[in-house]
Every structure is written in C-alpha cells, then in structure tokens.
C-alpha cells in the first residue's frame, strides 16, 4: 500500500530545492519500489517569502518561483495561502513531517529550534539538515520525540547523504562504538588540499570561496565551528554524552602556513582538520596525521569518519559532506525510514 507523507519545510535555498528535486525527479520510482510519496504541502522562508495549500503545491511551479527570487510569482491555485505563518502551518496539523532545511545558527539554534519543538507537539515527526536544534538541543527534542512517539532523524547534519549516523545505529548496532574520528568540513579539508599543492592559505580560501565552498565569511569552518556542531551532535547521539560547545577544545587552520604544511609532507604527514567524538568529550583541532591514516587520502572537499568499534575495529565512511543533492538524499532517507516505520 502507497504511504503519502505530507511535509512542511522551514528554508527553501540549496537544499531544500535540491530535496524537492529528487522528490519531483523520482516520484515513479519511488512508489513503484518504496511505496512512497510525499507532498510538500507548506515552505517557509525568511527572503521569498511562504506558500501554504493542504492538497499541495506544485513542485516544477515552487522551484520556479524559487529562481525568481521570490514565491509571489507562483501560480494561484485553488486553496493557496500566501501569508500564514510557520507557527500557524505547523499548528493546522496537515503535515506529518516539518523538513527543517533553514540556515544554521549555532548560538541559539532559533527560530528553527521552536518550530521543532512546536512540530513534535503537534504530532509532526522531524527530519532535519539544521544542525542547529539537534548540536544544542539534543537531549530535549529527543525526550519529546519520544514522549509523543514521534521521530527525530538528521542524518544530514553531519555528512550530508553520506550515512554515518544510520551507519552506526544500524549497520553497527552489535557494536560498541568506542570514538568517532573525521574530516567533517569540505571547506577546511579543499584549502589544506590546495595548500599542499603550493597555494597559500589566502590564496586557497580565495579559490574555495569562488567555488563556492566557502562563505564571504569563513570563520564558522576555519576556525572550526561547523565541525564542532557536527561533535556535539555526534557526542549525544553515539554516547548519549549532553554536551555544550563551551565543553569543546575547538581550533580550526587558519594559523597554519606554507611552511607548516612542507614540513609535515617532509615528515611522510598531512595537515587535516581533524574532529573528535568519545564518551568522554570531543574536540576540533588542525593536526598531522601519517599517510598511512585512511583520513590523510581524503582530500579536496570530501568528508571521511574513521568509528572505533568493539567487533570490527576501525570502520572508515568517505563520502560527500555537502551539495543539494547528496543532501537532499539524507533527507529522503530519513523520510523513507519514518514511512516504513509506521
């Protein structure tokens, strides 16, 4: 039988209309081999604008509207709403999901992270590419998730599409996962890989902004912000260790030069930034690793994660950090797991 998942979505930039891509592109596939669908009911943003229609919204129409810049120029349609709000969305309770896809802000996790709270509430299960809510308010939105019977997945948050934490909650789960060891920013891991073929840093962090790997400002991966939220998330979901970025040792490479990047290569080494997760805490910091390591192969914008584990001892994960597509796939996953769930 066909399972319809009706969903909210808070952001609509890179990755939520890489996620509306795929649903639009893989529609027959996915209810031929998944019994799947999935409408996209109501989109939130803070720059285009909101769109709200219980029986759906046209996808090829709201992408459109979306490269316009702005959703005015999506077509009516019997039902359309233009001007409700995201509280007022979610309160209708249409939806079965709330897809959180908005920009993450690492300090307060808002507005994002009350919309969470007010999904769960009313009775909306969560997939999230925000690393946000789940890096600072782990320990809550999963208590609640599962005082409502609701689920919170994020796969995204961390790799993008590439699975770590399905990895190691299913995959491994006969496993104790003793630490988690990675490369978990595309940005830093592109610069250091640049560097090493003789650029500068400032020549590497010009080139990965152009490329658009980097933002205008770069602080949030170079001094290794993003990847400590990527810890924390980690920490609480592997070892069910609540942790605030205050608990962190967090550094990122911005210090490191031309000349530190020769000596470790004349020392058989490689700079990577390294991020660190264990029951007893985490932390982000630039080091020397031997080509020997699986991390010290991973180069340009890629992400790797090395999970320590009991019975198999190193298991090594590399795979696309980032992209509107690789992210959008996480986003399915989760959504597929939730669907075959109930």
Same mark, same amino acid.
Not at 280 to 295: F, K
């Given at each position: 039988?066909?399972?319809?998942?009706?969903?909210?979505?808070?952001?609509?930039?890179?990755?939520?209309?890489?996620?509306?891509?795929?649903?639009?592109?893989?529609?027959?596939?996915?209810?031929?081999?998944?019994?799947?669908?999935?409408?996209?009911?109501?989109?939130?943003?803070?720059?285009?604008?909101?769109?709200?229609?219980?029986?759906?919204?046209?996808?090829?129409?709201?992408?459109?509207?979306? &490269?316009?810049?702005?959703?005015?120029?999506?077509?009516?349609?019997?039902?359309?709403?233009?001007?409700?709000?995201?509280?007022?969305?979610?309160?209708?309770?249409?939806?079965?999901?709330?897809?959180?896809?908005?920009?993450?802000?690492?300090?307060?996790?808002?507005?994002?992270?009350?919309?969470?709270?007010?999904?769960? &509430?009313?009775?909306?299960?969560?997939?999230?590419?925000?690393?946000?809510?789940?890096?600072?308010?782990?320990?809550?939105?999963?208590?609640?998730?599962?005082?409502?019977?609701?689920?919170?997945?994020?796969?995204?948050?961390?790799?993008?599409?590439?699975?770590?934490?399905?990895?190691?909650?299913?995959?491994?789960?006969?496993?104790?996962?003793?630490?988690? @060891?990675?490369?978990?920013?595309?940005?830093?891991?592109?610069?250091?890989?640049?560097?090493?073929?003789?650029?500068?840093?400032?020549?590497?962090?010009?080139?990965?902004?152009?490329?658009?790997?980097? &933002?205008?400002?770069?602080?949030?991966?170079?001094?290794?912000?993003?990847?400590?939220?990527?810890?924390?998330?980690?920490?609480?979901?592997?070892?069910? @260790?609540?942790?605030?970025?205050?608990?962190?040792?967090?550094?990122?490479?911005?210090?490191?030069?031309?000349?530190?990047?020769?000596?470790?290569?004349?020392?058989?080494?490689?700079?990577?930034?390294?991020?660190?997760?264990?029951?007893?805490?985490?932390?982000?910091?630039? @080091?020397?690793?031997?080509?020997?390591?699986?991390?010290?192969?991973?180069?340009?914008?890629?992400?790797?994660?090395?999970? &320590?584990?009991?019975?198999?001892?190193?298991?090594?994960?590399?795979?696309?950090?980032?992209?509107? %597509?690789?992210?959008?796939?996480?986003?399915?996953?989760? %959504?597929?797991?939730?669907?075959?769930?109930?």
């Amino acid at each position: 039988m066909e399972k319809n998942m009706r969903l909210i979505l808070i952001g609509f930039g890179v990755v939520g209309q890489g996620f509306a891509e795929i649903l639009r592109d893989k529609a027959a596939q996915l209810t031929q081999e998944q019994g799947f669908s999935a409408q996209i009911i109501g989109v939130v943003t803070a720059s285009k604008g909101t769109l709200y229609r219980p029986e759906g919204l046209d996808i090829d129409a709201l992408l459109g509207a979306a &490269e316009s810049g702005s959703f005015a120029s999506y077509p009516e349609q019997k039902g359309l709403k233009r001007d409700l709000s995201a509280d007022a969305m979610i309160e209708g309770r249409a939806a079965d999901a709330l897809v959180e896809v908005s920009p993450t802000d690492l300090d307060t996790a808002e507005p994002a992270l009350s919309f969470c709270h007010l999904a769960l &509430e009313n009775g909306m299960h969560l997939v999230l590419a925000n690393k946000g809510p789940v890096a600072l308010d782990y320990a809550s939105l999963n208590a609640k998730a599962t005082e409502y019977n609701l689920q919170m997945r994020y796969e995204a948050t961390v790799m993008a599409g590439t699975p770590v934490i399905s990895l190691a909650g299913d995959a491994l789960a006969g496993c104790e996962i003793r630490s988690a @060891r990675g490369i978990l920013n595309g940005t830093t891991n592109y610069i250091l890989t640049q560097m090493e073929g003789g650029m500068s840093y400032s020549e590497a962090l010009a080139q990965a902004q152009a490329l658009g790997f980097a &933002e205008s400002d770069p602080s949030g991966d170079v001094e290794g912000w993003d990847a400590a939220a990527k810890v924390l998330i980690l920490c609480q979901s592997l070892f069910g @260790r609540p942790m605030r970025m205050d608990d962190l040792d967090v550094s990122g490479i911005s210090a490191i030069d031309s000349a530190d990047i020769a000596e470790a290569q004349s020392a058989g080494e490689r700079y990577k930034l390294i991020a660190q997760a264990a029951p007893d805490g985490g932390e982000v910091r630039a @080091r020397r690793i031997p080509l020997s390591d699986p991390l010290a192969s991973v180069g340009g914008a890629t992400n790797a994660i090395t999970l &320590e584990t009991d019975l198999l001892g190193a298991v090594t994960l590399i795979g696309a950090g980032a992209g509107k %597509l690789a992210t959008g796939s996480a986003i399915l996953t989760d %959504l597929l797991a939730i669907s075959s769930s109930q």
